[in-house]
């Protein structure tokens, strides 16, 4: 029903953009106004169907919580990027400038929080609440990742790589905070700056940021046409964040047993 409560206004206010507007400028307008809906509807459900405080959504979190998620985000890839790069694997022939960099912003923003709504704020959060953080954890990774097998050149590897790399490390940065802004932020500069950026193809899309450049090596090094997020190496670097965010979690005590194991309540 919570999917339902955000796919219907998104179908609603998305079909006209798609069929009927072409103008660049308006389309990536859209994608903010499709974000505000994305971001109203769910803020809705929690509030007149859960009938609670949107705490996901804090606002006094927000600025503090998605500032630190976009440095991560940004760091993250770039940290994975500069070891290809050290490798030979990823390699620079001249720039795009920087309009064409910009102009890919509010897609970015659109993702990162259509799918942390859909996979972190409810997928997760639901399962948490009944299977406890384990399950929530290992389930709505495996859902994210293979997800990922609709992509274009996805294969059941690049799948496996995402629910890692990406379904844990987002996941785990929602358990931390309890809130979405985290992994919003690290979601939304992952691919921004891998696409945006340093124009390395954003889960089997190509993109053309930034920067003009080219993988060369083999795909479990590279990611193949899927991008470098199928690599080997981003593969590692995030396991290494999301192990980190899990750690923190558990020492500030956020991890929820399942309902089987929950304590009768005194007397």
């Known amino acids: 029903m919570a999917i339902l409560f955000i796919a219907v206004p998104f179908a609603i206010v998305s079909t006209p953009f798609n069929l009927f507007v072409t103008d660049k400028p308006?389309?990536?307008?859209?994608?903010?106004?499709?974000?505000?809906?994305v971001l109203g509807a769910y803020w809705a459900y929690v509030r007149f169907v859960e009938k609670r405080a949107v705490s996901e959504l804090s606002g006094r979190h927000?600025?503090?919580?998605?500032g630190l998620g976009l440095a991560l985000?940004?760091?993250?890839?770039?940290?994975?990027?500069?070891?290809?790069a050290a490798a030979g694997a990823f390699q620079t022939t001249g720039n795009n400038g920087w309009p064409i960099?910009?102009?890919?912003?509010?897609?970015?923003?659109?993702?990162?929080?259509?799918?942390?709504?859909l996979f972190r704020g409810i997928v997760f959060r639901i399962l948490n609440q009944w299977l406890g953080s384990w399950f929530a954890l290992a389930i709505s990774a495996l859902i994210f990742g293979f997800l990922h097998l609709l992509n274009p050149g996805a294969t059941f590897l690049n799948a496996a790589a995402i629910s890692i790399e990406g379904?844990?490390?987002?996941?785990?940065?929602?358990?931390l905070t309890q809130r979405l802004w985290l992994c919003i932020g690290v979601h939304i500069a992952w691919n921004f700056t891998q696409g945006g950026v340093f124009s390395v193809a954003v889960s089997g899309g190509a993109s053309k940021g930034f920067l003009q450049s080219r993988m060369v090596g083999p795909d479990w090094l590279t990611g193949g046409t899927f991008g470098a997020e199928a690599s080997v190496v981003a593969l590692l670097v995030c396991a290494a964040a999301g192990i980190v965010c899990v750690v923190m979690a558990i020492q500030?005590?956020?991890?929820?047993?399942?309902?089987w194991h929950a304590r009768p309540v005194p007397a």
Do not use: W
Request: no cysteine; glycine share 12%.
């Open 167 to 175: 379904g844990v490390l987002l996941a785990a940065a929602f358990m």
């Open 252 to 259: 500030k005590g956020n991890v929820v047993a399942p309902f």
């Open 26 to 37: 308006l389309r990536r307008v859209g994608a903010l106004l499709l974000t505000a809906v």
């Open 101 to 117: 960099m910009l102009a890919s912003v509010p897609g970015f923003i659109l993702t990162g929080v259509l799918e942390e709504v």
């Open 62 to 66: 927000a600025a503090r919580e998605l």
């Open 73 to 84: 985000g940004a760091l993250l890839f770039s940290v994975t990027i500069g070891i290809l």
